[in-house]
């Protein structure tokens, strides 16, 4: 395997997107990155790469999507990540990816993370912004709005994509985890800063869709009952919530539809096992499954992505 490291004394190289670019596609690589804060915007795709940051290590950047940036367009949701990655596995260690463009109501969305590899492993991983922090590939197959997809992923056709995250911190506040991936979000803290939404699933009735299992859904600054844990960003989009335990934010719904579309949330799955409220529940009774149930789904997701 290929080892590179990324610091601001002996190391290899003194940007992370220098070492990325020094490792051919199909090598199997790690980069350690050196204790430090990293202002850059990464884009990588490797068949086989590891990053892996010692100490506290920060990668930060604040492109907002409603920034101008050519021809009089705004940059977008999918061009304003801090870091992507793609190819065919990434396992991301003990480091934090951040946007500091602000708060969606000012910036518009701003992406820490866009996942589009095959399969991602991240462990210790600290995530940040505040909408759309947390990209999950694929897009939908359709934009709703003209190139609402523009970006990295804008022409190319949709595959599945899996991910496992695991004892890490995920921070937003509006729809701050979406997409079409499936992914396992295990023994991690989800903590809003503000009212909105936590997950938006946009994947396809036969897939897993978004499985959060033993996490806390925290926040220190939103409001009591302000925080719904789920809208559909697409009517299939599914989300299930096992032995997992919610502050007063989370909202006594649950989840509620997307804006104009009310007539699609029957579509979507939204799923409870074995979790606990500290404030009130009026989820309906057919939102909540069986443990057996639970541990299929848990068993699936787990097995799919590995």
């Known amino acids: 395997m290929l080892k590179i490291t990324v610091g601001r004394k ?3 190289y003194d940007t992370i997107q220098e070492a990325l670019n020094a490792v051919p596609y199909s090598v199997p690589a790690l980069i350690e990155i ?3 804060v990293y202002h850059e915007k990464l884009f990588a795709e490797k068949s086989d790469l590891t990053v892996r940051g010692i100490g506290n290590v920060e990668i930060t950047n604040s492109d907002g999507a409603r920034e101008i940036v050519s021809r009089g367009m705004k940059r977008g949701t999918f061009r304003s990540y801090t870091a992507f990655f793609g190819g065919e596995r990434i396992r991301l260690e003990n480091l934090a990816i951040s946007n500091r463009a602000g708060c969606g109501d000012t910036a518009g969305q701003a992406i820490a993370l866009y996942l589009d590899a095959d399969y991602a492993e991240l462990e210790a991983v600290r995530l940040f912004s505040y909408q759309d922090t947390l990209f999950l590939s694929p897009l939908p197959d359709r934009e709703r709005e003209e190139r609402g997809f523009y970006g990295p992923r804008y022409l190319t056709g949709r595959s599945r994509k899996k991910s496992i995250i695991r004892h890490s911190l995920i921070e937003g506040s509006v729809d701050f985890i979406f997409g079409g991936g499936d992914a396992l979000i295990e023994d991690s803290e989800i903590r809003s800063s503000g009212k909105g939404f936590v ?7 036969d897939w897993n869709g978004l499985v959060f299992s033993r996490c806390r859904f925290t926040s220190s600054s939103a409001e009591e009952e302000s925080v719904y844990l789920m809208r559909p960003w697409r009517k299939e989009g599914k989300a299930v919530f096992i032995s997992s335990s919610f502050s007063s934010h989370i909202h006594p719904d649950g989840f509620t539809a997307w804006p104009g579309l009310e007539n699609e ?3 979507c799955t939204f799923l409870i096992y074995g979790c606990e409220f500290s404030g ?3 989820i309906p009774e057919k939102h909540f499954i069986s443990r057996e ?3 299929r789904i848990y068993s699936a997701v787990d097995a799919a992505a590995l």
Do not use: F, M, T, Y
């Open 265 to 267: 949330k029957d579509d």
């Open 293 to 295: 149930e639970a541990e």
């Open 10 to 12: 002996d190391e290899d």
């Open 34 to 36: 050196h204790e430090g």
């Open 199 to 205: 997950a938006a699933p946009s994947g396809r009735k």
């Open 280 to 282: 009130q529940c009026r």
